[in-house]
């Protein structure tokens, strides 16, 4: 579904209300809680290609295919990097661990190396854990925002995924609800009307 300038998301409508996916040559920030869907995400994107692609995994369990990067100092984590689709698991890690400073400059530093040669990088961000100065200064080198969030209703979890910046392009007015499936996020169809 990618469009010639765009790399796919990962997530076919997602793919659709980005008018084809991400532009090439992004620095990309999903923000959200661990339980809100931001580590289905960065999978989707990365799994569209592998082979295209490195996922470093800073503070999880290392999957079949992902780079172990537990180990790695911001200096080092480029030197894992292969591809065009590259995900950082995650910024807040690299910024617990080594200091705002440290992980803004590492940011810098794959924004400068990865989307000069037209990859895509993709921090995972969590939210409610930064200073606010912090998050601002993030996501204002961010060239996309994505945030997932998820808000309890009644007696069920609503899901929803705003598109707060795409470089050099129009967003979305309306927050999209989306599922978690076994297979990962698909955006949802329907919405609530009240």
Request: negative net charge.
């Amino acid at each position: 579904m990618a469009k010639d300038n765009k790399r796919s998301t990962g997530i076919a409508g997602l793919d659709l209300t980005m008018d084809g996916g991400f532009p090439f040559g992004t620095a990309i920030v999903v923000l959200g809680s661990p339980l809100a869907g931001v580590d289905h995400m960065a999978r989707q994107f990365w799994s569209v290609d592998k082979d295209s692609g490195s996922y470093l995994m800073i503070d999880g369990d290392v999957e079949t295919g992902m780079s172990d990067a537990r180990g790695a100092t911001p200096e080092d984590l480029l030197s894992f990097s292969r591809g065009d689709r590259i995900v950082i698991d995650s910024l807040s890690s690299i910024i617990l661990r080594f200091g705002f400073d440290e992980g803004l400059a590492c940011m810098a530093r794959a924004k400068q190396e990865i989307c000069s040669r037209k990859g895509n990088v993709m921090f995972v961000l969590y939210s409610e854990l930064h200073q606010t100065r912090e998050e601002i200064q993030i996501l204002r080198m961010a060239d996309v925002v994505l945030e997932l969030k998820e808000v309890i209703f009644m007696n069920e979890i609503e899901r929803q995924l705003a598109v707060h910046k795409v470089k050099d392009m129009a967003v979305p007015k309306r927050l999209i609800p989306f599922n978690i499936t076994e297979k990962g996020i698909e955006l949802s169809t329907t919405s609530r009307v009240v």
